[in-house]
C-alpha cells in the first residue's frame, strides 16, 4: 500500500516516481486529483554510497520520543554495530546531534528512500491533507513517536538466520515496539531510558518456545497498558510461563531418576518426595534464578520496588526473588481488597522494573541439561 | 468574444466577467502575459502525458474548463456593464494576469505551433475558432491574487510552501531599510556581514510577530497569513512595522556586538559534552529561531500591553548592558544543549526558548529586566515549566 494523501475529504494513493536529485526531493504524482509533481523533499545532506537493497528498515514506535533519541544498533554477542536506531522526523531536521554524521547520513538517506519506496503493509500511517502545496515531508506520514530501526544486511551476515523479532525483548525494554496498524499515539509504556548513543540488543534464549505468546503479550497488551496492576499481572505471566517450563524439565528429570532407581524403594521414596517440592512456585522461581539463567540480571531496581511496596504494607521485606516478588504477587491475587488506590505511585515502579528484568530473564533463560541434574536441590 | 455574466465577489472585492472567447483571440494577448505573473510557476516539463491529452482532446472538440485571469486596473464606474469589457480588456492588456490556466494556455500554444509547422491549415483554422470560456477578476490587488490563486484548485500545479511565502512577502524584500541588506535565496548566496540578514528568516521572524507564534509557518496557516496581510495593508501599515521590525533586530544585533563582537566560545573552554547552536552571539542571534523567538515575544508583550510599541524597545536596547559575554554564550548553548536531547522538536523547542528570553530582557516587571546573562537561563527554567 503506497502512501496516500487527503484531499477535499477523500484518500488518495501517491505513485512514486524517482528520486530528483536537483530538487533534493522524491517525486510523487496523483492522477486522481490531477497533481503532477508531489516532493517528498530531503533536508540533510545527501549520501548516496548506499543501497536500499541493502538494509532493512522496520518501522517501530516509543512513546515519550526525542528527535535527538537517535542510537547506534549494536548485537551484544558479536560486539559489532548491525545498524542505526532514530526518530522519522530526524530526516527531516537539520537541528539534532548527527545532521552533520557522515555514518548516520548514509543510513538516513537509505531510509528515507527504502520507506517510499518499500511502503510496509498493515502499519498506521498518516494521511496528510493537501491543499494548494506540492511538498510533503516524509515524517507527515508518520506519527511523532514512529522510529525506523535499519538494519545493514552485511553486518548481520555473520550472525545464524539473523531475524529482528529474536531481539523483541531487548526493544521492549527500552520501549520500542514493531509499528502495527494501532494507533501509536495511545502507547503507554516507555520503558527505561538509554544512557548511552548505543542500544545493546540480545538475542531471546534459544529455550524459550513460547515466543509468538510472549511478544504479543508485550507489543499488543503491556505497550498500551496503563494501569499498573494489570501490567504486573501480564509480565507475571510471562514470569509464570517460564517457571512452567522449569516446573516440566525438573518433572523430567524426576522421571528420569524414577526409571534409573526403580529397584530401590528407598531412593524410589526419596525421589517421590520431590514431586510435591516441584510445585513449589517458590522454589522454581528461586530455581529461575540460581540454575536457569546463563547470567544473573541486575535485581537491584526491582528489589528496591518490592520492598517498599511490601514495606508500606506492612509485609517482610526479602532478599530473594522468590521472596519479594513472590509476596507482592501474593498479595494482589489473593489481598486485592486490602490494596489503597493512593499506593499505586508505589506500584507503579514495580511495573516499570519488572518489565526490563522480564526482558533480561527471557534473553538469559537455558534449560538443564537432564543429565546435569543437580541434587543439590 | 462576448462577456455574458458578471458577478460582483464580496470576498476580494472584485468584478468577475464571464467571458466567450476563441482560441485565437485568446492567443492575440495571451502570448504576451505569459511571463507576467512572477507568482505562477514555470512550465511544468513532467506532465508531458496529460497535456498532450489535452491537445488531442481539443481536436476533438472537448470543452475545457474556465480560464482564469485578473486584471489589476479598476473599472471606471462602480456599475459595470458586460458591453464594455472588451473595450476595458484591450485597454488594460499590460495589467492583465493569468491564475489558472497557465498549463493549458502552453498547450494550446504548442497545439497551434505544430499545426502551423505541419502546414494543416484547416485543423488550425478550426483551432483558432475553438470557443473558450474565460473568467476575468477585474480590480483585483496583489493580496487578492493570491488569495484566489492559493484557493483555485482544479488543473493548477500548485506551489510549495516556500514559494508561497516568498510570493506573500515579496514586496517587503525591496522595501530599502537604512544600513541593513537583506538577501534572498534567488541571489544564490547568504548573509555573511553584520547588516546582512537572510530574508527568508527575517519573514519567519516578522511572521511570528504578525501571528504572536514563534513557530514556523504551517501549510494551514498560509491563508491565514493573508487576511493578516491584508489588515495591514487596509491600515498601510504593513511596510512600516515590517521596517520598524528588522530596525530594531538589528539596533539589538548591533548592540550586542558593542560588547560582544570579538566574543567566541574557544576550543579551549569549550565543553566537550556539547554540541554548540553558536560560539559567537552573532552566530545566535542572527538564526530564524533567535529571530522568531524575538519576533513572538515582541507580539505577545505587545498585546498584553508590556511594551508600547518597537520605538520604546529601541530605548531599553540602548539601555542594555552585558558583563560577561562568554558566560551569555554558554548559558545559552547550554540552555539549548538541553533542549536538543529533550524536546520532541528540536527547532520548535528553540525558537520557544528565545521567545521566554526575549520576555524576560524586556519586560520592566521581569526579574531580569535587561539582565542577559541570568535571563539567558532563567528562559531555560520557564521553557522546562511550560513544557515538562
Redesign the interface.
Known sequence: MPFQVEY?GSAYPLIR?SFDREKRSY?CSCQEI????I?IPYSLRIDETYNTEDFIVFPFVKK?????DIFQVFEKTKNIRIGWCFPI?AID?M???YADDDHFLKYAFVTFKSLIENVPTNIYLRKPII?????INISQFFT?NTVAIVISKATVNDIESFSITDYLPSFFSHGYFPLSNRNPELLTFDGIKLKSKKLFIKPISNSINNREFIFSIFKDVIAYEANAILLFFYLYQIIELLIQVIFQNEQSKIIHELSICFNNPTKTKEILEKVDQNTSEKRRLNLLMTHYIDSSPDQRDIKSACNEFLKEFGLNEGQMLSEYLYRVRNFIFHQYSDFQAEKIIIFKKIAYHLAPFTCELLNSFNIQNIENASNEN | MRAVSLLKDTRINSTNFLVELTIGEYLNFAEQILDRNEYQRKR?S??KT?YSLLKADIQKGCIMPPLVLAISSELSHSEPNLEEFESFLRDNLDKLLILDGLQRTYTIIDLRDELRLKRDDDELRKLLSYILRAEFYVGLNKLGILYR???L???Q??????Q?IEILYLDYSSIPIDGIELVRETEGRRAIGLSQYNFRDIVEGFNSYLERNEFPIE?AN?LENIKSLEKLSIENQGSDIFKDYVTVYHKFILKLNEYCSDTEISDENQNEKI?YFGKTINQVFKKPQAMSGFGAAIGKMKDFQLIEGFDSLLQLINQMEIQDGIGLLENINNSLDWI????????NA?RSYFQYFFREIFNRENEYFLKLEEASESALRKYQSQNI
Open positions: 477535499m516516481e517525486i490531477e497533481l503532477n509533481s516532493e515519550d520520543l526525542n528527535e535527538n522526523q531536521s537541528e539534532h546531534t491543499e494548494n502545496d506540492v511538498s511523532e | 511544468v513532467s506532465s496529460i490563486m492559493l484557493t484548485n482544479t488543473g500545479t500548485p506551489m510549495s510552501l516556500r508561497q501549510r498560509i554540541s536538543k536531547n529533550n524536546s520532541k522538536k528540536i527547532g528553540q
